[in-house]
């Protein structure tokens, strides 16, 4: 071998094994909860910026961690974001106000955290010393595109204003990317499964609470396209990308999910995972969105292939219901994102 390639295999190794400073935006969400832990196992260091809406506590099986920083606060405050990159070298920025209904709640409260905030983060992350920034975007970006797999190089036609700040955002994280500052963005498909931060309002999630809890599911419509990706493949991959090479993920975007199935098909998967008799009840609905995404490019790029299935995700949801981790699911409003914004006055 000669001493390029000796040089090449060396600087890949280095990569492969390199411990980030990590700050996670919204890291006590849904998927933070998940993706931190296992940073930390890892063996990175890890900040948590996030308002901690959803309980103080999401992060308790990290919390002894000495690697591990907890601030809670505003992302909209430059103060505490300059704190909280104090000595990060990497930043995973999860944190939004999700779900369209969540955000027409308060489009101005939408609005300023989902991007005004945005561009200054980015340029306070940069000015810190930060050397990668990876970004979830969301599939939601493309709008309605009919008959094909959905794959990264169509144009994006977000149909709210979640989807087009979310767009808008990928544009301000691309442009502000320079040498030295290595920017990666990920456009997840609906994510689903256990996490200590449960939602219950996400479509295999609401699926299989209701069968769990009431031993029968409602389909509306049934045909519309959902992707979806198991929590721990999402988290994986977050992880996954800090080992990945500068070259290999800078200014790059993709699309991450599972395959695409009807809704359905995912109520049938429930069944299944859950092995008991669900009645399965379809009722017509005037939500006619259906999404298509395609994940080939990453999976060729990247080599990332999801290693779980919805079966999968149902069967970690059956469980914690089974243990005790899920309290009264159907009043909790820590398990349902809009009716905890419309419980708080968060301004």
């Not at 704190?83 to 709640?105: M, Q, R, T, W």
Request: aromatic share 8%; with cysteine; hydrophobic share 35%.
């Amino acid at each position: 071998m000669d001493k390029s390639k000796r040089r090449s295999l060396k600087k890949k190794e280095d990569q492969m094994t390199k411990k980030w400073n990590v700050l996670v935006v919204g890291g006590a969400g849904y998927v933070g909860s998940n993706l931190v832990p296992k940073l930390l196992k890892a063996g990175h260091k890890v900040t948590v910026l996030d308002l901690y809406l959803y309980g103080d506590d999401v992060l308790k099986v990290a919390a002894d961690n000495p690697g591990l920083t907890q601030i809670k606060g505003d992302m909209r405050d430059p103060a505490t974001v300059k704190k909280a990159l104090n000595g990060c070298d990497a930043v995973i920025h999860l944190a939004c106000i999700s779900n369209d209904p969540s955000f027409e709640l308060n489009p101005d409260l939408g609005k300023s955290i989902n991007y005004d905030c945005f561009r200054p983060l980015v340029k306070a992350a940069k000015e810190a010393g930060v050397k990668r920034f990876i970004y979830a975007s969301s599939s939601s970006v493309y709008g309605i595109k009919e008959g094909t797999d959905v794959t990264e190089d169509l144009a994006l036609e977000p149909l709210t204003d979640y989807s087009k700040y979310k767009a808008l955002c990928e544009e301000i994280l691309l442009e502000e990317r320079e040498p030295g500052f290595v920017v990666l963005i990920l456009r997840p498909a609906t994510v689903c499964g256990y996490s200590s931060r449960l939602r219950l309002d996400l479509t295999v999630n609401i699926l299989t609470h209701h069968a769990i809890t009431k031993g029968k599911i409602t389909v509306f419509g049934g045909n519309q396209m959902r992707p979806n990706i198991h929590i721990e493949d999402m988290t994986d991959l977050y992880a996954y990308c800090l080992q990945r090479e500068d070259a290999e993920i800078d200014g790059k975007t993709y699309n991450a999910g599972y395959e695409n199935y009807t809704v359905s098909d995912l109520a049938n998967m429930v069944k299944k995972g859950l092995d008991r008799d669900i009645e399965i009840t379809i009722t017509p609905s005037n939500d006619n969105r259906s999404y298509h995404v395609s994940s080939k490019k990453i999976q060729k790029e990247l080599g990332f292939t999801p290693k779980r299935t919805i079966e999968d995700a149902v069967r970690d949801l059956k469980d914690a219901f089974e243990s005790g981790l899920v309290t009264d699911p159907d009043n909790n409003i820590l398990y349902y994102n809009i009716k905890l914004m419309q419980s708080i006055q968060l301004v």
